[in-house]
């Protein structure tokens, strides 16, 4: 049976762990190649790298990293931030990466997609979603130059359409309560897009994407547990596998967001850095709880 | 020397480095007399079928990887490696393959699964193989593909992996084994499949 995957996230600057694995005899905590390996040792499932280098000329540093990893680690990989040109993919396919996920560059040219899956295969594709409620406060988002694209129509959000949805637990075991909408948001959260989140899933899935990486903005960094109802929705629309990601911070969060949120896999950072649980004892728990985990 | 064949698909370098881990000389190349110059052979790959076939024609590969495994050259396919053995894929329209086995290349069905099938799941083995020594039945290997290989001759098939019902996840016949999984993403266990396989190289 297809195991339910558990994914720690790394964020690298300049070649370097940001808010890395914490209070471990690490040689060098900031070292990329040292904390794969102890996620490694530990049975993560797969591991992401997400590069927020912010200068465009140490670009080419996460290749390196990559590199390095790929010597030593052997599950899959997958980077994500920056990427902007099929070059950019290939680079990282050929330095050791096998996944590669794609989010503003998919938002500012969604046929990005089809060409980057019709040349690299769609099992490498993945496109992160970068997700948040819509509130009724979107004045300064843009999106209106997809009215213009016959294609991309269906996607768009049109905001008197939709009331103001109050943010609140998002628990709902039971299903999504009606007029739920969700925005996504580029340049890490930065900006905000008039498109609705589930049918872009949708529309990057038609296009070629091999994968999902969701993450909730209302969620992350919160520890408050991912958003259940976007991560359903998302993984209801579409056929091909969805990661949740974005505000887990017990182990119970994990359990709801594969079983409640029908997720395939869970990405989590600070549970796992900051030692608060292991990943074979995040497996255990969910073993327990009746979820398929590789042990 | 263990030669990898390199065709412009996939992820090589993870093959050649997981082979490097266990101390098996095995290298990437790109040229038919270094596939006939070599003791063994892996042919890796992911991504589409058609593709493959096409790159592996243009380079002029096709023959020399036929005519090793022919000679009963240690063979090693992993995932597309395994797919392109087979006679035919229905990948997008029908696409001539290798031949080596008869049979078809098929997708999932579109019934509420996911696909690509993608992540860990288990191997029941039902023979064993000489580079298996050591990996205990129904152990977890890492999986991405959307097609499967449906053998004509069910006697080639030497494991078998539950997704939606069950398919063949591994073939093995005289010289030739061949996995859908990735040994290479395999952690531990995946890298005892490759040593396994340098193994039987060095004996053959």
Same mark, same amino acid.
């Given at each position: 049976?297809?195991?339910?995957?558990?994914?720690?996230?790394?964020?690298?600057?300049?070649?370097?762990?940001?808010?890395?694995?914490?209070?471990?005899?690490?040689?060098?905590?900031?070292?990329?190649?040292?904390?794969?390996?102890?996620?490694?040792?530990?049975?993560?499932?797969?591991?992401?790298?997400?590069?927020?280098? &912010?200068?465009?000329?140490?670009?080419?540093?996460?290749?390196?990293?990559?590199?390095?990893? &790929?010597?030593?680690?052997?599950?899959p *990989?997958?980077?994500?931030?920056?990427?902007?040109?099929?070059?950019?993919?290939?680079?990282? *396919?050929?330095?050791?990466?096998d996944k590669?996920?794609?989010?503003?560059?998919?938002?500012?040219?969604?046929?990005?997609?089809?060409?980057?899956? +019709?040349?690299?295969g769609?099992q490498c594709?993945?496109?992160?979603?970068?997700?948040?409620?819509?509130?009724?406060?979107?004045?300064?988002?843009?999106?209106?130059?997809?009215?213009?694209?016959?294609?991309?129509?269906?996607?768009? *959000?049109?905001?008197?359409?939709?009331?103001?949805?109050?943010?609140?637990?998002?628990?709902?075991? %039971?299903?999504?309560?009606?007029?739920?909408?969700?925005?996504?948001?580029?340049?890490? %959260?930065?900006?905000?897009?008039?498109?609705?989140?589930?049918?872009?899933?949708?529309?990057?899935?038609?296009?070629?994407?091999g994968e999902?990486? *969701?993450?909730?903005?209302?969620?992350?960094?919160?520890?408050? %547990?991912?958003?259940?109802?976007?991560?359903?929705?998302?993984?209801?629309?579409?056929?091909?596998?969805?990661?949740?990601?974005?505000?887990?911070?017990?182990? +119970?969060?994990?359990?709801?967001?594969?079983?409640?949120?029908?997720?395939?896999?869970?990405?989590?950072?600070?549970?796992?850095?900051?030692?608060?649980?292991?990943?074979?004892?995040?497996?255990?728990?969910?073993?327990?709880?009746?979820?398929?985990?590789?042990? | 020397?263990?030669?990898?064949?390199?065709?412009?698909?996939?992820?090589?370098?993870?093959? /050649?480095?997981?082979?490097?881990?266990?101390?098996?000389? #095995?290298? !990437?190349?790109?040229?038919?007399?270094?596939? /006939?110059?070599?003791?063994?052979?892996?042919?890796?790959?992911v991504? #589409?079928?058609?593709?493959?076939?096409?790159?592996?024609?243009? #380079?002029?590969?096709?023959?020399?990887?036929?005519?090793?495994?022919?000679?009963?050259?240690?063979?090693?396919?992993?995932c597309?490696?395994?797919?392109?053995?087979?006679?035919?894929?229905?990948?997008?329209? !029908?696409?001539?393959?290798?031949? !080596?086995?008869?049979?078809?290349?098929?997708?999932?069905?579109?019934?509420?699964?996911?696909?690509p099938h993608m992540g860990?799941?288990?191997?029941?083995?039902?023979?064993?193989?000489?580079?298996?020594?050591?990996?205990?039945?129904?152990?977890?290997?890492y999986f991405v593909h959307s097609?499967?290989?449906?053998? /004509?001759?069910?006697?080639? !098939?030497?494991?078998?992996?539950?997704?939606?019902?069950?398919?063949?996840?591994?073939?093995?016949?005289?010289?030739?084994?061949?996995?859908?999984f990735h040994? /290479?993403k395999?952690?531990?266990?995946?890298?005892?499949?490759?040593?396994?396989?340098?193994?039987?190289?060095?004996?053959?």
């Amino acid at each position: 049976m297809l195991a339910k995957r558990i994914i720690p996230c790394l964020d690298v600057k300049d070649g370097r762990v940001v808010k890395g694995v914490s209070f471990v005899n690490l040689r060098d905590a900031g070292d990329p190649v040292e904390n794969a390996k102890f996620y490694d040792e530990q049975g993560a499932d797969e591991l992401i790298f997400l590069d927020i280098t &912010a200068s465009h000329e140490k670009r080419k540093i996460i290749i390196d990293v990559v590199e390095k990893t &790929a010597n030593d680690v052997f599950m899959p *990989l997958t980077v994500g931030g920056g990427i902007k040109s099929l070059d950019d993919i290939r680079d990282l *396919l050929r330095a050791g990466c096998d996944k590669v996920s794609v989010n503003t560059t998919a938002v500012k040219d969604p046929f990005f997609i089809s060409r980057a899956a +019709e040349r690299f295969g769609s099992q490498c594709i993945v496109v992160a979603i970068d997700a948040k409620r819509v509130s009724g406060n979107m004045s300064d988002a843009t999106g209106e130059e997809w009215f213009g694209n016959p294609s991309l129509k269906d996607v768009c *959000l049109k905001l008197p359409q939709h009331p103001p949805i109050p943010p609140s637990p998002p628990f709902a075991k %039971g299903g999504i309560r009606g007029g739920l909408v969700w925005a996504i948001s580029t340049h890490g %959260g930065r900006r905000m897009k008039l498109i609705d989140a589930v049918k872009w899933a949708r529309k990057m899935e038609e296009l070629g994407a091999g994968e999902i990486m *969701l993450t909730s903005m209302d969620m992350d960094g919160t520890k408050d %547990g991912y958003d259940i109802e976007l991560t359903k929705a998302v993984s209801e629309a579409v056929s091909i596998p969805v990661i949740a990601s974005g505000g887990a911070g017990t182990l +119970e969060h994990l359990y709801e967001g594969l079983v409640y949120g029908k997720a395939d896999a869970a990405l989590a950072a600070s549970i796992f850095h900051f030692r608060e649980y292991t990943v074979r004892e995040a497996k255990e728990y969910l073993r327990a709880k009746g979820v398929a985990v590789r042990l | 020397m263990i030669a990898i064949v390199d065709y412009g698909m996939g992820n090589l370098r993870s093959v /050649e480095k997981g082979f490097l881990k266990v101390g098996v000389d #095995a290298r !990437v190349v790109s040229d038919r007399i270094s596939i /006939e110059d070599a003791r063994g052979v892996v042919l890796p790959g992911v991504g #589409a079928f058609r593709d493959c076939i096409r790159n592996l024609t243009d #380079a002029d590969l096709t023959d020399a990887i036929i005519k090793s495994i022919r000679e009963g050259k240690p063979f090693l396919g992993i995932c597309l490696g395994l797919q392109v053995l087979f006679s035919e894929s229905e990948e997008f329209g !029908v696409c001539r393959g290798l031949d !080596v086995f008869r049979g078809r290349v098929v997708r999932f069905p579109e019934s509420g699964l996911k696909v690509p099938h993608m992540g860990w799941n288990t191997v029941k083995i039902g023979r064993r193989p000489p580079a298996f020594n050591g990996i205990p039945d129904q152990s977890y290997f890492y999986f991405v593909h959307s097609f499967y290989v449906a053998p /004509e001759d069910m006697d080639i !098939v030497a494991g078998t992996t539950e997704y939606g019902s069950e398919f063949t996840s591994m073939v093995w016949k005289d010289n030739v084994l061949a996995t859908q999984f990735h040994p /290479e993403k395999s952690q531990e266990l995946g890298l005892k499949i490759l040593k396994g396989f340098g193994e039987f190289v060095k004996k053959a």
